[in-house]
T-cell receptor, first 113, second 114 residues
Framework: QKEVEQDPGPLSVPEGAIVSLNCTYS??????FMWYRQYSRKGPELLMY????GNKEDGRFTAQVDKSSKYISLFIRDSQPSDSATYLC?????????????FGTGTRLTVIP | NAGVTQTPKFQVLKTGQSMTLQCAQD?????MYWYRQDPGMGLRLIYY???????DKGEVPNGYNVSRLNKREFSLRLESAAPSQTSVYFC?????????????FGEGSRLTVL
């Protein structure tokens, strides 16, 4: 079983829709949860970071962590064509470095104008 | 502000050839990483360097070697390329004082081994 599971999609939505992207994980020790966005032929860039459980909002983006269910989500409100990218979840259990960072396989999102 | 720079961006090799992927960062970060990204497999850590002068194996180190030349530069070498090493390779950096999962990635090096 993989440490982190993510539906690869692809996901296609009309402009203005609410998008929900999700990951599940198996290691209950994970405490730090991240969402990266990766545009085509580019490197990933950090989009959202959450520590432990709860919600975090940044503009149109909301990251949600439910540690009891081992489930994290990224919501995008009023989706735009510029949101078309692959979204990778990532998580780790300590602050010593990124060598213990576990990535999901990514969900490819297309927002249709 | 260049961030993380990788060269070359594209490379085609024949089986058995060798090559080195170069990576440099200008953010004064302590830690550097090499990942490979394959469809359905996600990002997998090949090697990392927590600080200048140290290197450690990641999840998939076989067939690769690395050198942390100085604080800025971290290279990845394929001694005898195999078709299974066809992938997109990403270099990343991180510094203490920032959250552990905040990596800064280069734009990737696309390698095809025939």
């Amino acid at each position: 079983q993989k440490e982190v599971e993510q539906d690869p999609g692809p996901l296609s939505v009309p402009e203005g829709a609410i998008v929900s992207l999700n990951c599940t994980y198996s290691n209950s020790a994970f405490q730090y949860f991240m969402w990266y966005r990766q545009y085509s032929r580019k490197g990933p860039e950090l989009l959202m970071y959450t520590y432990s459980s709860g919600n975090k909002e940044d503009g149109r983006f909301t990251a949600q962590v439910d540690k009891s269910s081992k489930y994290i989500s990224l919501f995008i409100r009023d989706s735009q064509p510029s949101d078309s990218a692959t979204y990778l979840c990532a998580m780790t259990y300590d602050q010593t470095g990124a060598n213990n960072l576990f990535f999901g396989t990514g969900t490819r999102l297309t927002v249709i104008p | 502000n260049a961030g993380v720079t990788q060269t070359p961006k594209f490379q085609v090799l024949k089986t058995g050839q060798s090559m080195t992927l170069q990576c440099a960062q200008d953010m004064n970060h302590n830690s550097m990483y090499w990942y490979r990204q394959d469809p359905g497999m996600g990002l997998r850590l090949i090697y990392y360097s927590a600080s200048e002068g140290t290197t450690d194996k990641g999840e998939v180190p076989n067939g690769y070697n690395v050198s942390r030349l100085n604080k800025r530069e971290f290279s990845l070498r394929l001694e005898s390329a195999a078709p299974s090493q066809t992938s997109v390779y990403f270099c990343a950096s991180h510094t203490s004082g920032r959250v552990s999962g905040e990596l800064f990635f280069g734009e990737g090096s696309r390698l095809t081994v025939l």
